[in-house]
């Protein structure tokens, strides 16, 4: 396993292979000596997180394969982050992509890491300002924002789809 934090040198031959080790040492990642400092760590990352992580770090340890991991990363996270954009005036997760986008792209830039965790607390401050409310400002809240996203789906089939709800919903009142 490999860790972020101070340089220990490995002392033993299990583990990752030694071009593993030679990445994870240059990008600034400790590795974690048998019995020493970050076996705890070694032992938590059991499971898929601690097989992505072993994979991605030898990825990493070839030339080749980080130049191609930033390359894959960086489109798999742009196209999520397009089509999330392409979704927030529409009802749906547009949001929820955008995040799942930065979040892919967290995997491998440091910005990208830093702009998800701006996010996740300013979400978090939002949720929390929101539930300390009274119960009717927070109806009032809800309130509003159906009806943006109501007018957002309105004006969005208007002038996509040329379908006017409003002046069809006149015109059947009118009518019956």
């Known amino acids: 396993m490999v860790t972020r934090g101070s340089s220990v040198e490995a002392r033993t031959t299990a583990g990752p292979p030694k071009g593993a080790v030679r990445a994870a040492k240059s990008r600034g990642y400790a590795v ?3 019995g020493g400092p970050g076996t705890a760590l070694a032992e938590r990352r ?3 997180r601690g097989r992505v992580h ?3 770090e030898l990825i990493r340890a070839n030339p080749t394969g980080r130049i191609a991991l930033k390359v894959f990363i960086g489109l798999l996270g742009a196209i999520v982050v397009t089509v999330g954009l392409a979704l927030i005036p529409l009802p ?21 890491r830093r702009l998800l965790a701006f996010t996740r607390r300013h979400v978090n401050a939002w949720t929390r300002w929101v539930t300390s409310r009274s119960l009717p400002v927070r ?5 509003v924002g159906l009806v943006f996203v109501s007018v957002v789906v309105w004006l969005s089939l208007k ?3 040329g379908i006017d709800l409003v002046a069809r919903a006149m015109h059947y009142l009118a009518t019956h």
Do not use: D, K, Q
């Open 159 to 161: 002038f996509s789809l």
């Open 32 to 34: 974690p000596v048998e």
């Open 46 to 48: 059991r499971g898929w």
């Open 139 to 143: 109806c009032a809240l809800g309130a």
């Open 54 to 56: 072993t994979t991605l």
């Open 92 to 112: 749906g997760p547009g949001w929820l992509l955008v995040i799942a986008g930065l979040g892919v792209w967290a995997v491998e830039f440091h910005w990208a």
